[in-house]
């Protein structure tokens, strides 16, 4: 009877475990698509990178204290927002899907420089920023080096790319001192 009444609750529980759509574990579509592991990795985790980006864009349109800072900003919130729409359109068609929204730790991150004012936050934000897009340089193009499908080896290249000449704009506002 015991027995009888465990193996009903787990088929129960089996059923519904697979009712929801909206759970956050890959179904078996998404594990049959044909990106890679390693393609479908660097998607999710330079699509979490790109919307960091835009809402870094979003704050220093409304903090930085320099116009052509503010300018800078908007440009890396549209380049960052067009790259992401990008990387999302590539990635649906390849079931898999992209953050919504940045890590936690980019938005402790994003936080501790808000904290800043004036010319502070000016410094830190630039200071900040201009070390991420680096390292977004490093890491886009080393994945367009190793990535298994054409595609997503574009899509690093376009936003190493990007991410560039971002850099060099930002130079341009704000040059090193």
């Given at each position: 009877m015991l027995a009888t009444l465990c193996v009903g609750c787990m088929a129960g529980a089996m059923s519904v475990a697979q009712a929801q759509p909206h759970s956050k574990d890959?179904?078996?579509v998404t594990l049959r698509g044909d990106m890679s592991n390693g393609d479908r990795v660097f998607l999710r985790s330079a699509g979490g990178l790109v919307v960091r980006d835009r809402e870094i864009g979003k704050l220093g349109q409304r903090r930085f204290q320099k116009p052509a800072l503010r300018q800078w900003a908007a440009s890396?919130?549209?380049?960052?927002?067009?790259?992401y729409r990008a990387m999302t359109d590539y990635a649906e068609r390849h079931k898999t899907n992209l953050p919504l929204d940045m890590s936690e730790a980019s938005r402790r991150m994003v936080d501790r420089v808000a904290e800043s004012k004036g010319t502070e936050f000016d410094r830190d934000m630039v200071r900040t920023i201009r070390a991420l897009l680096e390292e977004q340089v490093r890491v886009f193009s080393d994945s367009a080096e190793s990535a298994e499908h054409r595609d997503v080896g574009a899509l690093a290249r376009r936003a190493a790319d990007d991410r560039r000449a971002l850099l060099q704009a930002l130079d341009k506002a704000s040059?090193?001192?």
């Open positions: 890959p179904d078996e890396l919130e549209k380049r960052s927002d067009t790259l040059p090193r001192r």
